[in-house]
């Protein structure tokens, strides 16, 4: 089977575009109609619709809590809010609604993920919750740092949302300080691994996302395991740095100690990993190759050209590695497939 189509957009470009496709044909519904069958063709389609709420973490692979302080990012937050005094934001004005409808009826269904920098902060969040509990036979994912879940009450009733199929929740280390200190904020911790304690719990699946920086990498060997006696799902991301990441070649881990972690808990790893996205193939042993995707972040990572990868002749399935990743590592860690030891 084919992978779906994803179809990612912000909120408030979305809104501007429902909201002028409602000038033009007088309702939320023919405006959500008509951008739905835009992207959505006869093949699985998935929307991920990316709210702009603040977020309380300053994770050290984001740029967002940069971004946020720079004149045009302010002066654009401004611009939304006075345009949304005017026409309610995409929750609250029936948008939301019209476009989970459309979703929902369209064939086959399209799958939906709400992400976001924490969309549970987003001043609607509860208006959020409340559209996609109207929508029961749409496919839902949740994907955030999402330690507002460690709250009972928000849990069980993110829980009870019919038609929610997974939970994705940020974890870089099994290590209380070693993830605070990753995400930028003492307790953050406590918060996720109390959201999938309650989660599942609930009977959620519940998705670990890792982004493979070098102090997560340093320690993976211990949260695979961590993650493995707890019988928990998890995703590998490689660290693509966004333009605003301050210093990003200090993240960047090299392949080899990827792959040695991987080797080294090799077991806990074929358990418990789902998908490595982004990860070039010569970090990755040849058994997890299956599970490894190859992604491209438009606009924001272009694949250096190191000549290593030049002579693999696995370069199309392959995601690469960026110029961040050859200044902080150099090639000595590239190694081309037909070369690759098991």
Known sequence: ?????????????????????????????????????????????ELHLYFEARCAQACEFCAQFVQREKPLH????????????????????????????????HQPPVAVTITGHDWLRHPSHDAIIAALERRPLLPKRLLGPHTAL?????????AAIPGLQAVALT?????????????????????????????????VFVEINTV??????????????????????????????????????????????????LIEQSDAAHTVLSSLVGVAL???????????????????FTPANASACARCTMGGRCSGVSESYLRAQGEGDLIPF?????
């Open 171 to 203: 974890l870089q280390a099994a290590d209380a300080d070693a993830h605070d200190a990753m995400a930028g904020r003492a307790g953050a911790f406590r918060e996720v691994t109390s959201a999938i304690e309650r989660l599942s719990a609930e009977g």
């Open 282 to 300: 010569c970090a990755v042993p040849s058994s997890l190759h299956r599970r490894t995707f190859k992604t491209v972040a438009a606009g924001l």
């Open 212 to 261: 493979l920086t070098r102090r997560a990498v340093e320690h993976l060997p211990r949260l695979l395991t961590w993650l493995a006696e707890r019988e928990q799902k998890a995703s590998l991301a490689a660290f693509a740095p966004e333009p605003l990441v301050p210093n990003p070649d200090r993240l960047q881990p090299a392949n080899s100690l990827v792959r040695r972690a």
């Open 1 to 45: 089977m084919s992978s779906p189509f994803v179809w990612f957009i912000r909120e408030h470009t979305l809104m501007r575009r429902l909201m002028a496709l409602r000038l033009l044909y007088g309702s939320w519904e023919i405006a959500a109609e008509t951008v739905v069958e835009s992207f959505a063709g006869s093949s699985l389609t």
């Open 338 to 342: 037909e070369r690759l030891p098991d």
């Open 74 to 105: 302010r002066a654009i937050v401004l611009f939304d809010d006075r345009f949304e005094r005017l026409t309610g934001d995409l929750a609250t004005s029936g948008a939301l609604d019209a476009l989970l409808a459309a979703c929902e009826r």
């Open 150 to 158: 460690s709250d009972a009450g928000l849990a069980r009733r993110v």
